[in-house]
Every structure is written in structure tokens, then in C-alpha cells.
């Protein structure tokens, strides 16, 4: 496996291999000990699939309290995939990276807990996988306004299809709770 750091700490970029011959190809998704290696902590306690339209932008999303670390990855078509942090105090604090995520380019995104996570979909639908390290809990469900002028993020889309939460999400300067920086 391949991986690539990223400008923010801890958030990694991973290109699982791929084998292939003339009927296919096999690739591992996912292997604990290979994953704790790489300092991706486990365990995951539930995975998620949503399937999206061109257009729709989900995001930005975190919880607090209950954080979740997320390994991402697209199973069918591509996404344009932002991880921000979002920790009070972090020397990153407001920093984002974002990340093409395809069917073809078969990369994963580990995005650590203590980042709000979002992304827009590039190809006519996409098919989207997340492990997750918590479980979802609906009250600590949090989110910052996916167009925030502070972030200034270069999203791929002027008038995205929203949900009405993601519409109505705080600035992140805005935001009344958010997690806390841990060294």
C-alpha cells in the first residue's frame, strides 16, 4: 500500500494495491494490523454506504462529543473529498485538504476524529464507503457551513444539491461546539 501525507497531520492519503488480470482485479480494503501500522487506529465499530447524485455536496460533518475517525473511499464513480480541522487550539485549526476519490483511482482518505468531513460528487452518481471508529449519535451529530468564507474551499460546484441541515450549518468561527486540540 501506498501513502501519501498530507499539509494536515494525521489526515493520510492511502492507495490500497491492486491485482488484476484479464478477469478482474482483487483488492484488500482493509486490514487491521496493516492499518494500525500505518497509526490508523482501530477498532471500527460501523460502516456506512451512501449513494449520491452529481452535484450533491454532504458536509461538513463531524460529532462532539463521540468523535469518529473515518477511512473513506469511493466504490463507484468519483467525489471531490475535504477533510477540515476543526480542533480548538490545533496549530492547523481551520486548514482543509481536499482530495479526488474515484472508483478508478481506488485511494482511501483517513480522516481522524477532531476533523469535519465533507464532498461533492463529480461524476453522475457515486457510491460512497466510510468505516467509521464510533458509533453515529444523532445528538452530537455537529456540522460547519460547507461554504464558508474563512475556509474559502475551491469546491468543484456553485449551487450544490444540499441537505436542509448542510444549508443552515454554522461558520466554523460560529460554531458552538467543537472539539478540542490533544497533543
Known amino acids: 500500500m501506498k501513502v501519501l501525507e498530507t ?15 484479464d478477469r478482474g482485479f482483487f483488492m ?5 494490523r496493516r492499518y494500525a501500522e500505518l497509526g490508523i487506529p482501530g477498532p471500527f465499530v460501523q460502516d456506512n454506504f451512501s449513494r449520491s447524485m452529481k452535484g450533491t455536496l454532504r458536509g461538513l460533518h463531524l460529532q462532539e462529543p463521540n468523535g469518529q475517525g473515518k477511512l473513506v473511499q469511493v466504490l463507484a464513480g468519483a467525489v471531490y473529498d475535504v477533510a477540515v480541522d476543526v480542533r480548538r487550539g490545533s496549530p492547523t485549526f481551520g486548514r482543509w485538504v481536499g482530495v479526488e476519490l474515484s ?11 477532531g476533523f469535519a468531513h ?3 460528487v463529480l461524476s453522475e452518481s457515486a457510491d460512497f464507503h ?6 453515529y449519535v444523532p445528538a452530537s451529530e455537529r456540522g460547519i457551513l460547507w461554504s464558508d468564507p474563512d475556509l474559502a474551499i475551491p469546491w468543484p460546484v456553485t449551487a450544490p444539491l444540499l441537505s436542509p441541515k448542510d444549508s443552515v450549518a454554522p461558520r466554523l468561527k460560529d460554531a458552538p461546539v467543537l472539539p478540542s486540540y490533544v497533543r
Open 7 to 21: 499539509a494536515l497531520p494525521g489526515v493520510l492519503l492511502l492507495e490500497p494495491q491492486r491485482f488484476g488480470d
Open 28 to 32: 484488500e480494503m482493509f486490514h487491521a
Open 103 to 113: 472508483a478508478d483511482n481506488r485511494r482511501q482518505l483517513w480522516v481522524p476524529q
Open 118 to 120: 465533507g464532498f461533492c
Open 130 to 135: 466510510y468505516k467509521c471508529t464510533d458509533f
